[in-house]
């Protein structure tokens, strides 16, 4: 006897968003659809559609997990007890260790690029930025460039996008973050020439 599919009152956006999670780290964003997803939960498409107009809001509630899980990393280091400078080194190892321990969701947040969702994602990733972008003026004793700032950021990211597949967590790669985030801290603080 085959296990009673949930009803519409029985099917939470949680489960379809758990359903969804395992499917888009299992396979592109464009191999998953509201029909594999709901096949996997036992249930009709269509009761998929009651929680969500498409497999695009689906993707953007589990990215607004994520980014949300990295915003307060942000926030809890910019606010713990430590000075301003083993903060700044703080933001940029817990950035480069948020994405060495999540690869599939930092892949997911960063690296995944259609159409469908480029405005959605796009825009959680902008909001997150600013945050970082923020964090690192607020705890600079300086006045920072911008140009500063973001070329910061895409060296966090580049560092994650290079080791992302070569280690399984932040702890293989400690060492490496280390002198990476003291290196950044260097550039930052440097003389202008």
Do not use: W
């Amino acid at each position: 006897m085959s296990p009673r599919k949930p009803t519409t009152q029985e099917l939470t956006k949680e489960m379809i968003i758990h359903e969804a999670h395992k499917q888009f780290i299992a396979k592109d964003f464009h191999h998953v659809s509201m029909r594999s997803i709901a096949k996997e939960l036992g249930c009709s498409h269509g009761a998929i559609y009651y929680h969500f107009k498409n497999k695009a809001e689906i993707f953007y509630a589990i990215l607004g997990e994520y980014f949300s899980e990295l915003n307060t990393t942000l926030e809890n280091t910019v606010n713990g007890p430590e000075d301003s400078s083993t903060k700044l080194k703080n933001i940029l190892v817990g950035y480069m260790a948020f994405g060495l321990n999540n690869q599939s969701q930092y892949e997911l947040m960063f690296m995944v690029r259609d159409n469908e969702i480029d405005g959605l994602s796009q825009e959680a990733a902008n909001l997150s930025y600013e945050k970082f972008a923020q964090s690192v003026q607020a705890l600079s004793e300086t006045e920072l460039l911008l140009s500063d700032i973001h070329s910061t950021f895409i060296a966090l990211h580049g560092f994650v996008a290079h080791y992302r597949h070569y280690v399984k967590n932040y702890e293989e790669a400690k060492e490496a973050v280390d002198v990476h985030a003291r290196f950044l801290i260097k550039a930052l603080i440097k003389v202008e020439l």
